[in-house]
């Protein structure tokens, strides 16, 4: 019975992801009525703890983009990249890196790729180079940034004092050598521009030759008043976090009693707790000080994608976690012996899930739990976190079509066997060297 409802797991999956959007997670309510008339499983709860940090992390973004903070921080990466076009390959990736770093989204990138594209583009830089390594940056991000939905999930599932803090001691400075692993991967990749023959086709076309030729991005730009406000305001929030996490000491305690969702019995504050307060805090400060209207938040791209993240998470992850919970022993006897002998076998696990659900933050709240389940400790756990960043592995992603529509070259793209696309080898070599050298770091640092 266990292999038809994993069946109708991977179809429910496999299909969501075909119609991406909210496709995914309409597809896992479905597999959920499945499950509960057919099958007559038990459901599990909602994931609602990862479903209201999405909710308060991305509407904490949008005021930042509303308030004008957004831009301000694409015009800095712009000019780092601009100023530096003969080491784009490295510093693109890196520049994407950081910028989505802090602010806890992939989305900025969109931002970037044109810039990325053009200035590679005239310096006949081949741009699926820095194109393809920084769209794998943009995700790798994602699993260590004190802003993301994955990482605060990351930090429930394991819910021990200072675990968004060994998180990130883990994963950002593996995933820094991750990126610099792609980077180098890309350095040689495919013919040199001028010499790829589709590249000297169109360059025929005295129009597309002459954008070449012309420089543009040089004209200065004007930012909202509240800007530069909304930054420093987002910047202290991610400081209280990080305070929160690393010195449980400063968060206030309530008086001992029956635990809840805020709450743990003790009477401490839960650390989703603690982001979901002070993210939405931080969007209250933006609005009240940059006089952003609450019209301009909700018209924000970020806060418009958001629904489609919450309703993802909500079905797929609420299927997958039913079909676990109802048959955890068999689980359990299936994989735990395989696991206790090679724990990184469960890398792999998380790498193909991750791949089939297309989001950092539902792979997280799904496997993670099933690793504690099957006895791996918490470090291999965190070394074995940016396996969640599969996305790239099929090419429907939106930040990979963003990424090859934007390339005017035509030097990005999906391969004739759909795998052999752009993306493969730097996310590939990008995830593998942040594994293997996340679990030389929860050596070096002593994390147990």
Not at 23 to 50: A, H, K, N, S, W
Not at 419 to 437: D, E, R
Request: charge should be positive; proline fraction near 5%; hydrophobic fraction near 55%.
């Amino acid at each position: 019975m266990i292999w038809l409802q994993f069946i109708v797991l991977l179809v429910m999956i496999l299909v969501g992801s075909r119609l991406k959007g909210i496709g995914l997670g309409l597809m896992g309510v479905l597999g959920m009525f499945i499950y509960v008339q057919v099958f007559r499983l038990r459901p599990t709860e909602p994931p609602q703890d990862v479903m209201l940090i999405i909710l308060a992390i991305v509407t904490t973004a949008a005021t930042l983009q509303a308030a004008g903070g957004l831009d301000y921080l694409v015009s800095i990466a712009e000019n780092v990249i601009r100023k530096n076009p003969k080491r784009i390959t490295f510093v693109a990736p890196l520049t994407t890196y950081v910028l989505c770093l802090f602010a806890g989204t992939a989305h900025i990138v969109y931002s970037l790729l044109p810039i990325i594209a053009e200035v590679s583009a005239k310096k006949r830089i081949r741009p699926e180079r820095p194109l393809s390594a920084s769209v794998v940056a943009s995700h790798l991000a994602l699993t260590g940034s004190p802003m993301s939905a994955a990482t605060a999930a990351m930090a429930a599932i394991l819910a021990y004092p200072g675990a968004s803090i060994d998180i990130m001691k883990v994963c950002i400075p593996s995933c820094v050598l991750g990126v610099i692993a792609s980077c180098i991967a890309v350095y040689k990749m495919g013919k040199e521009l001028d010499q790829d023959p589709d590249f000297l086709e169109r360059m025929k076309d005295p129009e597309f030759a002459k954008s070449l030729e012309v420089e543009s991005g040089t004209i200065k730009k004007e930012f909202k008043s509240g800007a530069k406000i909304s930054v420093a305001i987002f910047g202290a929030a991610i400081l209280m976090i990080l305070l929160g996490g690393a010195f449980p000491n400063l968060v206030p305690d309530m008086a001992p009693g029956v635990a809840n969702f805020s709450v743990n019995a003790d009477g401490s504050l839960k650390m989703v707790t603690i982001i979901e307060v002070v993210t939405l805090s931080a969007a209250a400060l933006i609005m009240l000080i940059t006089k952003t209207s609450p019209a301009e938040i909700t018209k924000a791209s970020l806060f418009t994608s958001m629904a489609s993240a919450v309703v993802s998470v909500f079905g797929v992850v609420w299927m997958s976690s039913t079909f676990m919970a109802n048959n955890e022993e068999v689980i359990k006897q299936m994989l735990g012996a395989i696991t206790a002998s090679y724990p990184w076998l469960f890398a792999v696990a998380i790498f193909i899930m991750g791949m089939l659900m297309f989001s950092q933050s539902a792979t997280t709240k799904t496997m993670m739990p099933l690793g504690i389940t099957l006895g791996l400790a918490n470090p291999s756990l965190i070394a074995m976190f940016p396996a969640v960043n599969s996305d790239f592995f099929l090419p429907g992603y939106p930040t990979l079509l963003a990424a090859i529509n934007f390339d005017r070259t035509g030097s990005t793209k999906i391969g004739k066997y759909v795998l052999n696309h752009s993306f493969m080898i730097p996310g590939m070599v990008g995830i593998a060297v942040a594994i293997l050298t996340g679990f030389l770091f929860i050596t070096l640092f002593g994390i147990k």
